[in-house]
């Protein structure tokens, strides 16, 4: 469902701050579960940066076994496609087997050359997050006293 363009956040009045987007994402539940119109909401992340966690060092053998992983998946998926069209249950699986094989092979071979054209530019694993220092909810002005209503029985219950 398209959010509608002619509503504008200018429209719509706070009822919540939190630190934690689940917290947010808990509010947002607890007004859809108590029957609140919540197509009137939104959740609004504020001052946002982009946090990037370093979970390891890449070498050549871990560049070789993701590219093998990534390869091996593709290589099952086309010999799915193929034995669609081969005669037999043996064949089918002669086919998964092949492209698993393949793919695994093609994929470390792309995993090493990918990590050798680096020449050791960023030979580190990471995992990449956006994160907002606030998640406000906000709602359309002329459901504000009631969604604020609903959220009071949350606080209440803790």
Do not use: C
Not at 26 to 42: C, G, Y
Not at 45 to 57: I, K, M, T
Not at 106 to 129: C, I, K, T, V
């Amino acid at each position: 469902m398209q959010p509608n363009p002619a509503r504008t956040l200018a429209a719509r009045e706070l009822i919540g701050s939190y630190t934690e987007y689940s917290d947010a994402q808990r509010a947002v539940d607890f007004l859809s579960d108590e029957k609140f119109p919540v197509e009137r909401t939104a959740i609004i992340g504020s001052d946002l940066r982009l946090v990037e966690f370093v979970v390891g060092r890449l070498n050549y053998g871990r560049a070789a076994l993701a590219g093998a992983a990534s390869g091996a998946w593709f290589g099952v998926l086309i010999g799915l496609f193929l034995g669609l069209f081969t005669p037999g249950l043996d064949s089918l699986l002669a086919v998964i087997l092949s492209g698993l094989l393949i793919g695994a092979a093609a994929g470390a071979a792309f995993g090493l050359a990918g990590h050798a054209m680096s020449r050791g530019q960023r030979d580190f694993l990471s995992q990449r997050q956006l994160a907002a220092a606030r998640y406000d909810v906000v709602v359309d002005s002329e459901f504000a006293n009631e969604a604020r209503t609903v959220l009071a029985r949350l606080e209440q219950q803790g």
